[in-house]
């Protein structure tokens, strides 16, 4: 008897230096969909995509720092999201447009606050670029709240992004 899941198979397993490319793409669709406006067509198509793959690549090797790690969630063999995570922070958490709201993301912070207990961190936080209301409404869900240390980051000549830190005990 063969049995079905209607559900496939869905995973998050630590990084490979051969997922550098996938999470570079991942990395840009994400900035593609959510912050456009904010970085503006010219900075999205001035990426060096070749850069940014063998800095992720670099992160996985070679770690940046003591207990940073990447952690990407699969659906099925398909690489669908990453979260890039250090001591206290989670860098950078992301899940593919056409994969969001199936778990990946939920298990990806799991993962991370494991790290980060393993690290023997008691509160973490993540920056969230201010409209994005989406990634407020999933990290408010588990639990993180704003707290009140906000950063301007200058993307190009005349564009800047400005976050919020979110933060939680552990």
Same mark, same amino acid.
């Given at each position: 008897?063969v049995?079905?899941s209607?559900?496939?198979?869905?995973?998050?397993?630590?990084?490979?230096?051969?997922?550098?490319?996938?999470?570079?793409?991942?990395?840009?669709?994400?900035?593609?969909?959510?912050?456009?406006?904010?970085?503006?067509?010219?900075?999205?198509?001035?990426?060096?995509?070749?850069?940014?793959e063998?800095?992720?690549? $670099?992160?996985?090797?070679?770690?940046?720092?003591?207990g940073f790690?990447?952690?990407?969630?699969?659906?099925?063999?398909?690489?669908?999201?990453?979260?890039?995570?250090?001591?206290? $922070?989670?860098?950078?958490?992301e899940?593919?447009?056409?994969?969001q709201?199936?778990?990946?993301?939920?298990?990806?912070?799991?993962?991370?606050?494991?790290?980060?207990?393993?690290?023997?961190? $008691?509160?973490?936080t993540?920056?969230?670029?201010q409209n994005?209301?989406?990634?407020?409404?999933?990290?408010a869900?588990?639990?993180?709240?704003?707290?009140?240390?906000?950063?301007?980051?200058q993307?190009?000549?005349?564009?800047?992004?400005?976050?919020?830190?979110?933060?939680?005990?552990?």
């Amino acid at each position: 008897m063969v049995l079905f899941s209607e559900h496939a198979d869905v995973s998050v397993r630590p990084a490979l230096p051969t997922d550098a490319a996938r999470i570079t793409a991942l990395q840009v669709e994400s900035w593609r969909s959510q912050l456009a406006q904010e970085l503006g067509t010219e900075t999205l198509d001035a990426l060096d995509l070749d850069a940014m793959e063998e800095q992720w690549k $670099t992160s996985i090797t070679a770690a940046p720092s003591a207990g940073f790690s990447v952690l990407t969630a699969l659906h099925a063999h398909e690489i669908v999201g990453y979260v890039a995570v250090a001591p206290s $922070t989670i860098v950078s958490l992301e899940v593919s447009p056409l994969h969001q709201r199936e778990g990946h993301g939920s298990r990806l912070l799991t993962a991370a606050v494991d790290r980060l207990q393993q690290s023997n961190s $008691t509160e973490f936080t993540v920056w969230i670029p201010q409209n994005a209301q989406a990634k407020k409404d999933f990290y408010a869900s588990a639990g993180l709240a704003p707290d009140g240390c906000v950063r301007q980051l200058q993307v190009s000549q005349d564009r800047f992004i400005t976050e919020e830190r979110w933060s939680a005990l552990l």
